[in-house]
């Protein structure tokens, strides 16, 4: 068995029937090992969780945000 150094790369692929169906060649050799991580869009999460609740209104927050003074004022 040939040994092939530790590389990184980033792919996107689509799953059919729990097979790995990379969109774009790999160049890599067949039968190579390799390893997966599968990352799931943030928008597909909030379809299985359902929306979070706010905790505080975001109109409040921005208003109470742009009322303050982030900056000593210097006198001239």
Do not use: H, N, W
């Amino acid at each position: 068995m040939q040994t092939i150094p530790v590389m990184s790369m980033r792919k996107k692929a689509t799953i059919d029937d729990e097979v790995f169906k990379p969109l774009k060649d790999l160049s890599l050799p067949d039968k190579s090992e390799v390893r997966l991580t599968a990352k799931r869009s943030f928008s597909d999460l909030l379809d299985e969780l359902g929306e979070p609740e706010a905790k505080e209104d975001i109109d409040s927050v921005l208003g109470s945000m742009r009322e303050r003074s982030y900056y000593e004022e210097s006198s001239p």
